[in-house]
């Protein structure tokens, strides 16, 4: 697939104020900087389309940019860690799961998951309750340059161990680098497979 045009339209507080749901999208979700706009980044090959930052929570709404004029990738807020209140917290966690279950044309939600760490409870747990939700998951493990090749293979396996007691059959599992833009060509072909799947 390639990206001719990527532009950036719409932060929303709320899932109401979300663009009309008329086009497919595909959601990036994960801990607090785990890597998802330096991501999206990539897969468009610009350097600033969604912003990234340094400070962990400064994704606090629900981000779209439109991709070729005909489908969105979209920046949720990242869960766990982030340096505001209880309070703010639980607006994002209310705003991202009514988003999840409400937005009907949300064709597949990429959960990033730090390749330097072990899987984490928040990650095990948060994957979970979305596949309990039926919703069409892919697993996407980042930042991959920072591991040797040997590291980066028994992070990989001990993710999919752990997983693979609470599942059956694991998503697709794609390991990625933005820096390297690694995994790029196989996160747009299963977006480009999903959409032929849909029409």
Not at 57 to 62: N, P
Not at 116 to 128: G, Y
Not at 147 to 176: D, Y
């Amino acid at each position: 697939m390639e990206i001719r045009k990527a532009e950036f339209v719409a932060s929303s507080d709320h899932v109401s104020k979300c663009p009309k749901p008329d086009k497919p999208e595909f959601a990036f979700i994960g801990r607090s900087n785990s890597g998802k706009s330096s991501l999206i980044n990539m897969l468009v090959q610009r350097k600033d389309l969604a912003k990234t930052s340094q400070r962990p929570g400064k994704t606090r709404t629900i981000n779209h940019f439109l991709i070729n004029e005909g489908w969105y990738l979209v920046d949720l807020p990242g869960y766990g860690y982030a340096s505001v209140s209880k309070q703010v917290k639980k607006g994002w966690g209310s705003m991202t799961e009514q988003y999840l279950l409400k937005r009907e044309n949300l064709y597949a939600l990429f959960v990033l998951l730090d390749a330097r760490l072990p899987l984490q409870r928040i990650d095990a747990n948060f994957i979970i309750w979305a596949g309990r939700a039926g919703i069409p998951l892919c697993l996407v493990m980042t930042k991959a340059d920072k591991l040797s090749a040997n590291e980066l293979a028994a992070n990989r396996a001990a993710i999919q161990k752990e997983l693979l007691k609470i599942w059956e059959e694991l998503p697709p599992f794609v390991v990625t680098s933005s820096v390297r833009k690694t995994g790029r060509e196989e996160l747009l072909d299963i977006i480009a497979r999903a959409i032929r799947k849909m029409e």
